[in-house]
């Protein structure tokens, strides 16, 4: 079978990883502020199941609007939560990585 390397089929994949960097790093927030799923879901208006596939990377179709009301919720900026490692989970907080 021969393998699809066609411009569609990276640019899913490069959004695929884009969705899962944003969702890793708004749990690890999330983590971090001992929230609750649903507490954050009501704050921000969207159903907590809405909030778990963002979380984990399954909501491709994401509404900006969504995701900067995240953002004003964990009062971090947008450029913050789309950055590859910018926070992350250790025994069970989130840490903002060091720049180095």
């Known amino acids: 079978m021969k393998k699809d390397n066609s411009p569609s089929k990276a640019?899913?994949?490069k959004l695929d990883d884009f969705l899962h960097i944003i969702g890793d790093n708004l749990y690890?927030?999330?983590m971090?502020?001992?929230a609750a799923l649903n507490t954050v879901a009501k704050a921000?208006?969207?159903s907590p199941s809405r909030l778990s596939k963002i979380e984990q990377g399954l909501c491709p179709h994401?509404?900006?609007g969504t995701l900067v009301m995240l953002c004003k919720y964990y009062k971090i900026k947008l450029t913050d939560v789309a950055t590859?490692?910018?926070f992350r989970i250790?025994?069970?907080i989130a840490i903002t990585k060091k720049k180095t």
């Open 84 to 86: 590859k490692g910018k």
């Open 32 to 34: 971090n502020s001992n």
């Open 28 to 30: 690890a927030l999330r």
């Open 44 to 46: 921000i208006k969207i």
């Open 62 to 64: 994401c509404r900006f």
């Open 90 to 92: 250790r025994n069970g």
């Open 11 to 13: 640019f899913e994949k």
